[in-house]
Every structure is written in C-alpha cells, then in structure tokens.
C-alpha cells in the first residue's frame, strides 16, 4: 500500500513540475502553412498561399506569479507562397523579421493559452514578381496553446491573422503554426 502511495506521489510532482517551469528567456523554432489569404492587384484579387518557417525568441515577465505571463522579443519568418493569376502559376517569396509580444496565461496545469501579436519591422518579398523592401507595413494577432513536454521545453500552435501591404497592395492572410520553444 505504502508503495502505491509513493507512486501516485511521484507521478503527481512529474505532472506537476513541467507545468509550473518558467523561464527568463525563450527561443523557438516553428513551421506551418499560410493559407486563405488575399492580395489585390491591377486585374483581380489573389489568394497566395504555401509553407513558411521561422524563428522566435522573447524575454519573459511574470504579471500575476503561477497566472499571468508576459514575453517581449523579436521573429524572423521566410515563406514560400505562390498563387495563381490569369491561370498561370507564381510564386510570391518572402522574408520578413520584426517584434513580437504575447500574453500567456500560467495555469497549474500542462497546457497554457496565449495571445499573441507582432509587427513586422522589415520584410523583403521577391520571386517571379520584382525584388522589394518594405518597413513596419505588416502586422499579425492570433492565440495559440503552448504544452509543456519537458520543464525546459513547449510544443506550441498558433492561428494568426496577418495584414498589411506588399508594394502598396493590401494583403490579408492566415497562417497554423506549429512548433517547440526551448524555456531557459
């Protein structure tokens, strides 16, 4: 009897641990797809979508201990989008970095809610189209669920809602996003 006690007592402080582990820094790394989107041109409207990868870090803050988390840092994305035109194919790269900020709620347990917003501070788009640079013209909000697998270590996914501008057309988009952030 003592051991099954030890044991339900164990396995508890293994459940509970990673679920309360926080961290003064993170830095991730996620994949996903961009889809539904809409970017105008001269004729019709355009819908770009594809793969996209990136990179992630913040610097943490505690708001309300065990409850409420803030993270302030910055991303850098590459996509590869494509989208068809007067049936024909074309494809729509684009690279762009920028701050990034998110709210996450601490609960004692292993999956965590957030919010998260960001502006893309410079973002350079190419491909079949001409090569162009544009600054602090798009932004993305969105929520996501982090889960901790480890007490260092989250897998997350996130929905954003990303829009702004690309050669002075208005862009709108969503994108999944799914990846692992390293908590240290």
Known sequence: MNRIRTLIVLLSLVAIIPATSYAL????????????????????????????????????????????????????QKSA?????????????????????????????IIHPYGRVSATAW??????????????????????????IFPLLQLYGEYLYNFGEVDGKKTTGNSAHLGLRLNI
């Open 25 to 76: 820094v993170d830095i991730g790394a996620y994949g996903g797809y961009s889809f539904a989107g809409k970017l105008e041109t001269t004729g019709e409207d355009v819908e770009p979508s594809g793969w996209e990868y990136g990179f992630i870090a913040h610097y943490n803050k505690t708001i309300l201990p065990m409850i409420l988390s803030f993270g302030f840092g910055a991303y850098y």
């Open 81 to 109: 989008l494509n989208y068809d035109l007067l049936n024909k194919d074309y494809d729509f790269d684009k690279q762009s970095a920028g701050i990034d900020a998110y709210l996450q709620l601490e609960l004692p347990i």
């Open 123 to 148: 973002e350079k788009t190419g491909g079949d189209a001409d090569s162009n640079t544009e600054y602090f013209k798009s932004y993305s909000a969105g929520a996501g669920i982090a889960m901790t």
